[in-house]
């Protein structure tokens, strides 16, 4: 199958590309190389680097490349930052997405798989949550997100157009030759194996006084590697509709530490820091509807195997991507 990456020269998107590789698909990947790196692209997929605000440029690209179906990564991930300039985040994740899907629509493409977030829910009334939970986001990043699933469920009703969103819970982990290079880092492992590497003095817990076994907050930590064999299962034709991605458990931030201490040998000092403000105290994936209908399961369930992933690779590249 021919199938467009965008934002494939980030984290999520370069695995993508890789595995999509592997299986024997053409790729084609676009990117703006604002946040990603240029040499975290398969070298077998064609680049093209992108300039979504340019006039006509999606809809160029993609009249070009004439995909059989799209695979949307590309967007913004600060939830801070999207607190700070909202703007930009509804400028990115909804305008420019909606320009892809419309060049999309226009190519006849028959599916466009959503990398969505669970920062839909916001702050979830029960847990492991559902696909059928209630939405209300507390920041512009998951407000962005949530209208984006609007518009291609409307778009599935008008034009017929299949799609899939995968709503995130905590991706982590790496393959022997992708790993996560954000800059600035904001995620936790990453953060985490930063100070075992010496590259940072201690580690940040913010809150230690929520309703949780150890005062932490829970998070569900999803393989990046199961995360995009899912996206790949959503390629087969009649696979449309909303599913969450994760493991089903939970991992306070202590025992994420703690999981990092074992797996590198090394100490890794913490010092505690208030709350952030609306950080809910537990965040943990139901996935058994994306396991149900697509066939999909896990492969790496336990958090230390995750981490064992990220550490060889952050060992191999302790200073990222080279670009």
């Given at each position: 199958m021919r199938v467009l990456v965008t934002g494939g020269a980030g984290y999520i998107g370069s695995v993508c590309t890789e595995?999509?590789?592997d299986r024997g698909h053409e790729v084609i990947v676009y990117d703006s190389l604002w946040q990603g790196h240029?040499?975290?692209?398969?070298?077998r997929a064609?680049?093209?680097q992108g300039r979504p605000f340019e006039p006509g440029n999606i809809a160029t690209m993609m009249a070009e490349v004439r995909p059989e179906a799209v695979l949307h990564f590309a967007g913004d991930i600060l939830v801070g930052?999207?607190?700070?300039?909202p703007g930009k985040y509804f400028r990115n994740n909804v305008a420019c997405s909606l320009e892809f899907l419309e060049a999309a629509r226009a190519q006849n493409v028959r599916k466009f798989i959503f990398s969505s977030t669970a920062a839909t829910y916001g702050h979830p009334e029960q847990v492991p949550i559902t696909e059928d939970a209630p939405q209300r986001p507390v920041n512009p990043y998951g407000e962005a997100k949530l209208m984006f699933e609007r518009i291609l469920t409307w778009y599935h009703r008008i034009h017929g157009l299949e799609f899939v969103a995968f709503r995130y819970f905590n991706a982590a982990g790496a393959t022997e030759r992708h790993g996560e290079d954000h800059r600035p880092e904001t995620h936790l492992i990453p953060n985490v194996l930063?100070?075992?590497l010496g590259q940072k003095p201690h580690v940040e817990i913010y809150g230690t006084d929520y309703p949780t076994p150890d005062g932490t907050c829970i998070r569900d930590y999803i393989h990046v590697v199961d995360l995009v064999e899912?996206?790949?299962?959503?390629l087969q034709p009649g696979i449309c509709g909303f599913y969450n991605l994760g493991n089903g458990g939970g991992y306070s931030v202590r025992e994420v530490i703690a999981a990092c201490e074992r797996v590198t040998g090394r100490r890794i000092p913490a010092v505690e820091k208030p709350r952030r403000p609306g950080d809910p105290p537990r965040l943990v994936a139901s996935a058994a509807r994306a396991m149900r209908e697509l066939g999909w399961k896990p492969r790496w369930p336990a958090l230390e195997d995750i981490v064992a992933t990220a550490w060889a690779w952050h060992q191999k590249y302790p200073d990222g991507y080279p670009d």
């Open positions: 595995l999509l590789c240029r040499s975290a692209v398969d070298p064609r680049f093209i930052e999207s607190m700070q300039n930063k100070v075992a899912a996206h790949i299962l959503a």
